[in-house]
């Protein structure tokens, strides 16, 4: 609802400029805008039902200077002794139910002056009668209603609907009800929903003479679950749901009343009333010594007391320090101290309170071991060159099949807000190609991104999530250039070589290949627990994926892997004593080989099998290293399956590697390292690997 | 007098273009620059002619020799360099290297932080200075930790301030609409005294569009202890918006309400880009609202202390603040759509560095 200057001077006379208005309901939080009509729209928060209406912010300015709050004097005619019976079924749901009949009134138009006053207020003009009612709930915000009483069976029934009831209500829609929703009725029909909105049926139209008001409390948990349940909000079910004032409301149906008779004419009957809500008045204890310890300011007594007596509260009136405060019955909002203190201090100004550093006892906090996790590995990952992405997590179920992805396991929002939305990400590679698409699609070339995150399953049909990383590449990196900087993440800050060796493991899918990525440790005879561990994986999408994204013949890789396991797990630590550095030299030899593929030729096998050569050509402290791979044409393949005797078709590779031959003691001489080299090239003949250029 | 001076001056402009075009090198060119530049040259003859000149006369005399100072200065730099580089070229004699020089070096595979994460970490240094721990929490939460801890019980009109997406309605699974429930778990597992900060993703049933996100982060912070007030509050908070926004910016603290803080407030401060004149990113009020804040609500610490006693009201008291990050990078970077933090372009993400730019931002 809007108010206007001219609108609460009325109820609040005083000395005060429209900008001192301005300024008391900015100090009050309600973030006043004045609009084009020169109204005052107001963020009313949902604890303070009681600023919903004129006299209610009227009332909340008081404190705020020498202001008096007025209202008009009115008289009922009782000009008819005619009564209307109400009968509640459910007094849970119906605290309280009053009316009045109006009889031989004359519904027109309103006049000027009230059409004008409840359109600014920001309600429709609709006849004499409802711009009364409406203009009535914006000045005591207590919500009336107005039924056509000639068209109601008998009396007034306040109960619970049946499932599937129906009524159409004044919007012309036709609303289908349940049992939780409470509704008005009489004998024969509904004839209005609760507190929400009234039925189209008992409409007071110009032929009607004779009305009935409404003013009633309902229970507000009910008018709230069943204005969500119909998706129905109104002025009057939001300030039902947030609480009325149970003092306002015969004061209230009154005024409604005098109006009418004034404006529209007509004979007003007696109050019938139903429904026993009382509420004891309740004080609450408040210390001026708390206050100062909790607002850390001390405010002076004489201000406290005076902020209390204008806003009405009554006090126990001794001068100790703490003292009874009896709250009014529309502050629903008050029920703890902290709520007066809070009172005390808006009407002080926050800002007049000074502000102070607090003075503490040296007790650090510990810091969150999953936060300082991800900040490490996003440093890492930023010096490996991939910059830093962040994605919503949040995906439509085609982006989900364009991955084919394993059904069952995905995360459904039940309420999403567009369908590109409304799965959580069972994978984070689905959003980083995404991430791709877009770039290519603005001519960014050589990309290479991370992201840290959640991805989210079903676990045991419970929702889970999962700390992981993704990371990929477009453009930048081949197969091994990739893997080599899994292989330098992994070795340098989890699984040092060489008791652990890392290696992929192929997987073809429709979508793409994918490449396991396993961390061993089967030989490391000290492990504590030996085996391999599957960290992840290394996708390559293939052109049916890519096509999709409009990334056809880009180079892409993407991988994942699992952040819990790496952090439970940890980061290595630095060694207490680090290893000597040599001061000779190691021995340097290239070997060019070729390697049959074969259960014998994987790179973990080879070196194992180098090691425990029984002559001990190399012993444990001589590196090897790959520096090339080599796909040899068909032609060559054709010259090296002669020159070795290999079966025709058999699949080659070529390996460059360098053995780099520890020399510790400086004694090693050139015959030496000529004996070891043969040693292990003889060896390599065994398991099918050669040199390149062997003389046979 | 003034006319004779203007064309001396032309004349001397025409006899300086002839001579140093016959220039070859760095010593001739010093003495032309002696002869019209130096200390009892062209220039300064004429600046001494003027000061015997009528007092009428000398401003329009100071403007042309200011442009004939401009010109021969213009003339003599031009040479200069002519010089230089020919200098080279000759010495080496190689015009292909000297060429080849100018060409930029290889790029190498640069890398940058996410905003978010700059921002977020500029963020958490300022509390790390006041003794704040950081900690994080689950994304996918229960309505206990969401709203019912926080004061917000099922069916409260409040909790139309938070719209959010659910995954189970009948087991009230959901995702966290702040990051609040990182508090409660914190008070959870620590005694009093303690201050922590919380971050995160957090979700609400938002479009996605150039000012909401369906996705976005939050830092909230908590302290409590036996004798924290407002003051400290505010302490802390201003300590906080001066380090990261700058000391001049001015700060408004006004109430507002949230279930969770008793009293509580809405703090803005000086619009960043107006200095508070009034403009279009502060909707013309010259304030920009950043957090909200308050005094923890006794009913917080009352539902903490069925688990852990030493959380009863009566004897501790602390207060917490939360502010939406995202906000907080699009003012101190003039970001004005917040779809960008996620379409992860990489022009956007590289204009941002850890380590520069911002007066607190310390080198990782």
């Given amino acids: 609802m809007k108010y206007s200057y001219e609108g609460i001077k009325k109820y609040l006379q005083g000395n005060y400029s429209i900008g001192d208005l301005k300024n008391f309901l900015e100090r009050l939080g309600l973030n006043p805008v004045i609009n084009s009509f020169k109204n005052f729209e107001l963020e009313i928060p949902s604890n303070r039902p009681d600023l919903m209406s004129a006299a209610g912010i009227a009332k909340s300015l008081l404190p705020f200077g020498d202001f008096q709050f007025c209202f008009p004097e009115f008289q009922i005619s009782h000009s008819t002794e005619e009564k209307f019976p109400v009968e509640i079924y459910s007094l849970q749901d119906c605290y309280f139910y009053a009316g009045r009949v109006i009889k031989n009134t004359k519904v027109s138009s309103s006049p000027d002056w009230l059409k004008q006053q409840v359109e600014s207020a920001g309600f429709r003009s609709i006849n004499n009668i409802v711009d009364i009612t409406n203009f009535v709930f914006w000045e005591l915000g207590q919500p009336l209603h107005a039924f056509n009483k000639s068209i109601l069976d008998s009396g007034i029934i306040v109960r619970k609907a049946m499932d599937n009831e129906q009524i159409i209500t004044l919007d012309g829609v036709k609303r289908i009800l349940n049992r939780e929703i409470l509704v008005i009725a009489d004998k024969s029909r509904t004839v209005a929903i609760a507190g929400i909105m009234g039925g189209i049926n008992t409409e007071v139209n110009e032929k009607t003479t004779d009305i009935f008001i409404e003013s009633a409390f309902f229970n507000p948990f009910l008018i709230r679950k069943g204005s969500k349940f119909l998706g129905l909000r109104t002025e009057a079910s939001s300030k039902f749901e947030k609480g009325i004032d149970p003092q306002m409301i015969i004061i209230a149906l009154d005024r409604c009343c005098r109006l009418i008779e004034e404006i529209a004419g007509g004979k007003t009957g007696p109050l019938v009333l139903k429904g026993d809500y009382k509420k004891e008045k309740e004080s609450i204890s408040f210390s001026i010594t708390k206050l100062k310890n909790y607002l850390g300011y001390n405010i002076p007594v004489n201000f406290i007391k005076e902020v209390f007596n204008k806003l009405g509260f009554e006090l126990s009136d001794d001068n100790s320090d703490v003292i009874n405060v009896f709250v009014k019955s529309d502050r629903q909002d008050i029920v703890y101290d902290v709520d007066l203190i809070e009172e005390i201090a808006k009407y002080y100004g926050y800002d007049k309170i000074p502000e102070e550093i607090p003075e503490v006892v040296i007790k650090p906090t510990e810091d969150d071991s999953a936060y300082l996790f991800l900040d490490k590995i996003k440093e890492i990952f930023t010096h490996l060159g991939f910059t830093e992405a962040i994605n919503l997590g949040l995906i439509s179920r085609e982006e989900i099949n364009n991955f084919e992805m394993e059904e069952l396991k995905f995360l459904e929002i039940l309420n999403p807000v567009s369908v590109n939305f409304s799965y959580l990400r069972p994978s984070m590679i689905i959003e980083l190609l995404k991430n791709f698409q877009y770039n290519s699609a603005y001519k960014n070339e050589n990309i290479a991104l991370f992201e840290t995150g959640n991805k989210y399953f079903l676990l045991d049909n419970i929702p889970a999530e999962r700390m992981t990383l993704s990371f990929g590449v477009m453009d930048r990196d081949d197969l091994f250039a990739f893997k080599g900087k899994i292989e330098y993440f992994l070795k340098t800050y989890f699984f040092p070589e060489p008791d652990y060796g890392t290696y992929l493991e192929k997987d073809e899918q429709n979508t793409g290949i994918y490449y396991n990525i396993i961390v061993d440790n089967t030989f490391n005879l000290l492990a504590e627990n030996p085996g391999k561990i599957n960290l992840g994986f290394i996708f390559e999408p293939l052109s049916v994926l890519l096509e999709k994204y409009d990334l056809q013949s880009k180079k892409i890789f993407l991988a994942q892997m699992d952040l819990e396991l790496l952090k439970s797990k940890g980061f290595l630590k630095n060694f207490f004593d680090h290893n000597k550095i040599p001061s000779i030299p190691s021995i340097r030899r290239d070997l060019s080989l070729v390697v049959k593929a074969g259960p014998k030729s994987d790179w973990g096998y080879i070196v194992q099998f180098l090691y425990d050569l029984e002559s001990k050509p190399l012993n444990i402290k001589d590196k090897i290293k790959v520096f090339d791979i080599y796909y040899f044409s068909d032609k060559e393949k054709k010259e090296l399956w002669e020159k070795f005797g290999f079966e025709e078709n058999t699949d080659i590779i070529g390996v460059g590697i360098s053995i780099y031959f520890s020399n510790e003691e400086g004694n090693l001489t050139k015959d030496d390292i000529d004996k070891n080299v043969h040693e292990i090239v003889e060896a390599f003949k065994k398991i099918n690997i050669r040199l390149r250029y062997e003389q046979i | ?364």
């Fill in chain 2, 1 to 364: 007098m003034s006319n004779e001076i203007i064309g001396k001056i032309k004349e001397t402009v025409e006899l300086a273009e002839k001579e140093i075009k016959n220039i070859k090198n760095n010593d001739e060119l010093e003495q032309w620059r002696i002869k019209y530049l130096g200390r009892s040259g062209f220039i300064l003859s004429f600046t001494r002619e003027i000061s015997s000149m009528h007092d009428d006369l000398k401003p329009l005399a100071g403007k042309e020799i200011n442009k004939l100072k401009k010109i021969l200065t213009g003339l003599y730099e031009e040479k200069k360099k002519e010089i230089d580089l020919s200098y080279v070229i000759n010495e080496l004699g190689h015009k292909k290297e000297v060429l080849i020089y100018t060409y930029p070096g290889r790029e190498p595979d640069f890398a940058y932080f996410h905003p978010i994460t700059i921002i977020t970490k500029s963020m958490i240094n300022i509390f790390k200075k006041m003794g704040f721990g950081i900690w994080t929490g689950p994304e996918i939460e229960t309505d206990y930790y969401n709203f019912s801890a926080l004061n917000t019980p099922e069916n409260h009109p409040a909790r139309d301030m938070w719209d959010t997406f659910y995954l189970d309605y009948s087991k009230g699974i959901l995702l966290r609409t702040h990051t609040s429930p990182i508090q409660i778990r914190t008070m959870e597992r620590f005694k009093p005294p303690f201050r922590i900060i919380a971050v995160g993703k957090c979700f609400r049933k938002d479009a996605f569009d150039s000012s909401h996100s369906p996705v976005f982060h939050q830092m909230e912070g908590l302290m409590v202890g036996f004798d924290i007030n407002f003051a400290h509050l505010k302490g802390a908070l201003i300590y906080f918006l001066r380090e990261l926004f700058g000391a001049e910016i001015k700060v408004r603290f006004l109430p507002a309400y949230f279930p969770f803080t008793e009293p509580s407030a809405e703090i803005s401060i000086s619009c960043v880009i107006c200095k508070g004149k009034g403009c279009s990113t502060c909707g013309g009020t010259g304030w920009l609202e950043i957090l909200g804040a308050g005094m923890i609500h006794p009913e917080v610490f009352k539902n903490i202390a069925r688990k852990e006693p030493s959380y009863s009201p009566d004897k501790i008291t602390g207060f917490a603040f939360g502010m939406g990050i995202e906000r907080i990078a699009m003012l101190k970077y003039c970001i004005n759509d917040i779809r960008h933090f996620y379409n992860n372009d990489i022009r956007f993400l590289t204009q941002f560095r850890l380590n520069l730019g911002d007066n607190n931002e310390i080198l990782l």
